[in-house]
């Protein structure tokens, strides 16, 4: 447990050199969407999730920054998580192809009963397949956030092209 302090310093790190690496190839928009799907938190059951997303992709490269807002509630906890994540996909676009990402997150919670809500800093991993369609693509994805209600998803979702 002590490494993840140490992973939620260095993730923010390698995002921004990576980001930062190459000031010529600069993150365009490249559409909006939104996901659903199934989370599991730490302590608690099953909870409804949806998320809705911005993506900006590096032209030329496989790379995307993708920001969200992540909402969850189950019977006995709320939760809000705000993201940023950073994702590569293996195969060109057109195709179907996989994807893995990770990036750092904001994440709120709110337990009922005695305990008050928290804020945390959350890490992020998480991988799936997208699959394209004419105006964007459709993917389906597995999510673990580390925070202080750690987290397990399967979410899918629809991500539309911005250009």
Same mark, same amino acid.
């Not at 992973?7 to 921004?16: D, K």
């Not at 305990?115 to 964007?136: A, E, H, K, Q």
């Given at each position: 447990?002590?490494?993840?302090?140490?992973?939620?310093?260095?993730?923010?790190?390698?995002?921004?050199?990576?980001?930062?690496?190459?000031?010529?190839?600069?993150?365009? /928009?490249?559409?909006?969407?939104?996901?659903?799907?199934?989370?599991?938190?730490?302590?608690?059951?099953?909870?409804?999730?949806?998320?809705?997303?911005?993506?900006?992709?590096?032209?030329?490269?496989?790379?995307?920054?993708?920001?969200? %807002? =992540? =909402?969850? *509630?189950?019977?006995? %906890?709320?939760?809000?998580?705000? *993201?940023? #994540?950073?994702? $590569?996909?293996?195969?060109?676009?057109?195709?179907? !192809?996989?994807?893995?990402? !990770?990036?750092?997150?904001?994440?709120?919670? #709110?337990?009922?009963?005695?305990? *008050?809500?928290?804020?945390? =800093?959350?890490?992020?991993?998480?991988?799936?397949?997208?699959?394209?369609?004419?105006?964007?693509? =459709? /993917?389906?994805?597995?999510?673990?956030?580390?925070?202080? $209600?750690?987290?397990?998803?399967? %979410?899918?979702?629809? !991500?539309? !092209?911005?250009?």
């Amino acid at each position: 447990m002590k490494r993840l302090p140490q992973m939620v310093r260095i993730v923010p790190l390698v995002m921004l050199f990576v980001v930062c690496a190459s000031t010529s190839h600069a993150f365009q /928009f490249a559409g909006a969407g939104a996901k659903v799907g199934m989370l599991d938190p730490e302590g608690s059951d099953n909870a409804p999730v949806v998320s809705a997303h911005m993506e900006f992709d590096q032209p030329g490269t496989r790379w995307h920054l993708m920001p969200s %807002m =992540l =909402l969850w *509630n189950s019977n006995t %906890m709320t939760g809000l998580n705000g *993201n940023l #994540d950073m994702y $590569y996909h293996f195969v060109s676009e057109g195709s179907v !192809t996989p994807y893995a990402g !990770t990036g750092i997150g904001i994440d709120h919670f #709110d337990p009922e009963g005695p305990d *008050n809500g928290s804020t945390r =800093l959350g890490l992020n991993l998480f991988g799936g397949l997208r699959f394209p369609m004419s105006s964007g693509h =459709l /993917f389906m994805e597995g999510r673990y956030t580390a925070s202080r $209600y750690s987290q397990l998803s399967l %979410m899918g979702g629809v !991500t539309f !092209t911005g250009r």
